[in-house]
């Protein structure tokens, strides 16, 4: 699990300032359910939703978990993305923007699946949403393309 360090230490770090009605005690405690989920070998999203759940119910579990998720694998993924970018300095990643494509696809992600995310779209960032489970994966390409 020792690619998941940086996003569990990036929820350390995260203030969860968008989660509503969060009281010290639980955005503690909240920091301390999604970095321990990138820690611990084999954990899934439902185990985190049941933490979640002690904190704040099982509708805003589910939501919170998921969304928070992705916030967190796309903060990892910017990062590393500038690691390799600084490293090779003729290399851009260009995000792309990538959607399950399965039948929970919301009307938000669905256009964007596959899309590169420049021009009008530079700077969209999973998540779009609540709930949203998108990612962005980034291709190399030789810079001023």
């Given at each position: 699990h020792?690619?998941?360090?940086p996003?569990a230490?990036?929820?350390?770090?995260?203030?969860?300032?968008l989660?509503?009605?969060?009281?010290?005690?639980?955005r503690?405690?909240?920091?301390?359910?999604?970095?321990?989920?990138?820690?611990?070998e084999?954990?899934?999203?439902?185990?985190?939703?049941?933490q979640?759940?002690?904190?704040?119910?099982?509708?805003?579990?589910?939501?919170?978990?998921?969304?928070?998720?992705?916030?967190?694998?796309?903060?990892?993924?910017?990062?590393?993305?500038?690691?390799?970018?600084?490293?090779?300095?003729?290399?851009?990643?260009?995000?792309?923007?990538?959607?399950s494509?399965?039948?929970?696809?919301?009307?938000?992600?669905?256009p964007?699946?596959d899309k590169?995310l420049?021009?009008?779209?530079?700077?969209?960032?999973?998540?779009a949403h609540?709930?949203?489970?998108?990612?962005?994966?980034?291709?190399p390409?030789?810079?001023?393309?």
């Amino acid at each position: 699990h020792l690619a998941n360090e940086p996003a569990a230490a990036w929820a350390e770090r995260y203030s969860f300032r968008l989660v509503e009605g969060v009281t010290r005690t639980s955005r503690e405690r909240l920091q301390n359910y999604v970095s321990d989920f990138f820690r611990r070998e084999g954990a899934t999203v439902a185990d985190l939703r049941a933490q979640v759940a002690t904190l704040f119910g099982e509708d805003r579990a589910k939501l919170i978990a998921t969304t928070e998720v992705t916030r967190a694998a796309d903060e990892v993924e910017e990062r590393i993305v500038k690691e390799i970018e600084s490293a090779h300095p003729r290399i851009e990643m260009v995000p792309i923007w990538e959607t399950s494509m399965d039948e929970f696809v919301c009307r938000i992600c669905e256009p964007l699946n596959d899309k590169e995310l420049t021009g009008e779209l530079e700077g969209t960032r999973p998540p779009a949403h609540p709930r949203c489970r998108c990612i962005r994966r980034h291709e190399p390409r030789p810079r001023g393309r």
